[in-house]
């Protein structure tokens, strides 16, 4: 089964990545003079291989800590790849990279054509990834799509999370201009992601009127 989708010219899908038991997905941008993931993908050959095949200087951007696997941080050391994090989740007790470089929120992300957004709610550290050039945002697990194709609602999740502030981050998330919307947990939605975020929150603020 091939587990490596090209999205665009320059972006690729690891679909079907395990996360203690349940599947997930990671993202890769192949840009001009470098290479960002976002967060970390399974460690097989298949993947290393891949992503050292790209020969480029290669980051991570962790969506959220919890992401930051065992495995994750063996197949960064072996690629000498640093893991960006955000400073918000230095205490998450899921994180379990060696060495990870903290980030602000404030300072750009190391390439101009990627822009980096705090979305606290999920996770005190979680960040979304907005690749303008593409209209695609990478949301880690702030907001994802259900098996309609729709924005799964979760404002009713029972995790230790704060979901008014992840509600809140998805109102400026919305503000954005993006077609397709791909997520860590959750299905991807490809079209009219914007659109469905919009409408998913306009829903939810007249329940609360």
């Not at 079907?16 to 192949?30: A, C, I, R």
């Not at 980096?116 to 960040?127: D, V």
């Not at 979304?128 to 702030?142: C, H, I, N, Q, V």
Request: proline content about 4%.
């Amino acid at each position: 089964m091939n587990d490596i989708l090209m999205l665009s010219d320059d972006v690729y899908m690891f679909k079907n990545q395990d996360f203690y038991g349940e599947p997930v997905s990671t993202y890769l941008l192949n840009l001009q003079d470098q290479c960002i993931l976002i967060d970390i993908p399974n460690y097989t050959k298949r993947n290393h291989d891949f992503i050292a095949g790209m020969g480029k200087n290669t980051c991570v951007y962790l969506s959220h800590g919890s992401t930051g696997t065992k495995e994750g941080n063996l197949l960064c050391k072996e690629l000498k790849i640093p893991v960006y994090i955000h400073e918000g989740d230095k205490k998450n007790k899921w994180l379990q990279i060696a060495d990870p470089v903290y980030w602000n929120g404030k300072e750009r992300v190391p390439h101009p054509a990627v822009t980096g957004y705090h979305t606290p709610g999920h996770a005190a550290g979680s960040i979304a990834l907005y690749y303008k050039e593409k209209r695609m945002l990478f949301t880690g697990d702030t907001v994802y799509g259900d098996i309609q194709n729709e924005i799964k609602d979760f404002m009713q999740e029972s995790r230790n999370e704060d979901v008014n502030e992840r509600f809140k981050s998805c109102i400026f998330l919305s503000k954005l201009s993006f077609d397709q919307l791909l997520p860590f947990h959750g299905t991807i939605i490809l079209k009219n992601a914007e659109l469905k975020l919009k409408n998913f929150l306009n829903a939810k603020l007249k329940t609360k009127h």
